[in-house]
């Protein structure tokens, strides 16, 4: 267990609806990323937060959004869904920035099928 | 932008040794990770070099080669529960590094 957790676990929604994936780090963390990963394929980095902050953007689209609460933790936002979007999204967390070690810890994912 | 190489997949055996390469192009580099997912699982942290040379952690190790822009992994003593997925990581820019990830190396350990 790395203390990350991740709802809801699965999700299944239609094309053109909106879902929102939770994520609370670990205690203490203080950064979250957001990290896609489709079927048989690496993962894609997202976006990272920093203390509430936005502080690194990858290959997010515009159809979805990201958000750190005060309490730490973060929220993905995905809209307008197709059926390409369907994919384990993770969260990980860490200390600050990627750690002095390049440590992330990840929680568990939530399976999105969009049909 | 930045690319991570690595084969996308390698067969061994039961108590044999491993190698997973990892070639990266990337425009700030500030350390390679390696990293082990299992079918349906969530990625674990398995090694970290910032500096060249070989870091050795149990069974695994991993080398960087910061001139050849080139990493491995070596598992040593195959175990069927080393049967997974083996990433690396480019943790890159600077103040806040994000952590870039190749596409990854399926890893089958037969009996």
């Known amino acids: 267990d790395s203390g990350v957790t991740q709802t809801p676990k699965h999700l299944i929604t239609a094309t053109g609806q909106r879902v929102t994936l939770r994520c609370s780090p670990r205690?203490?963390?203080?950064?979250v990323y957001w990290y896609q990963q489709s079927l048989d394929q690496g993962l894609q980095f997202l976006i990272q937060?920093?203390?509430?902050?936005?502080?690194a953007k990858g290959n997010i689209l515009e159809r979805f959004s990201a958000q750190q609460f005060p309490d730490l933790h973060s929220e993905l936002n995905l809209s307008s869904l197709e059926l390409g979007d369907s994919a384990l999204y993770f969260c990980?967390?860490?200390?600050?920035?990627?750690?002095?070690?390049?440590?992330?810890?990840f929680g568990e994912g939530s399976r999105l099928t969009v049909l | 932008g930045q690319s991570l190489e690595q084969p996308s997949e390698v067969t061994a055996v039961e108590g044999a040794i491993v190698q997973i390469n990892c070639t990266y192009q990337?425009?700030?580099?500030?350390?390679l990770s390696w990293y082990q997912q299992h079918d349906g699982g969530a990625p674990t942290f398995l090694s970290y070099?910032?500096?060249?040379g070989l870091e050795e952690t149990g069974r695994f190790s991993s080398f960087l080669s910061r001139s050849d822009s080139y990493g491995y992994l070596l598992l040593q003593e195959l175990q069927m529960k080393d049967s997974a997925s083996y990433f690396c990581a480019v943790r890159e820019g600077q103040g806040f590094q994000k952590l870039v990830f190749g596409t990854g190396t399926r890893l089958l350990v037969s009996p």
């Open positions: 070099n910032g500096l060249d």
């Open positions: 205690s203490g963390d203080l950064s």
């Open positions: 990980a967390s860490s200390v600050a920035g990627a750690s002095n070690t390049g440590e992330l810890f």
């Open positions: 937060y920093y203390n509430g902050e936005e502080r």
């Open positions: 990337t425009s700030g580099f500030y350390g």
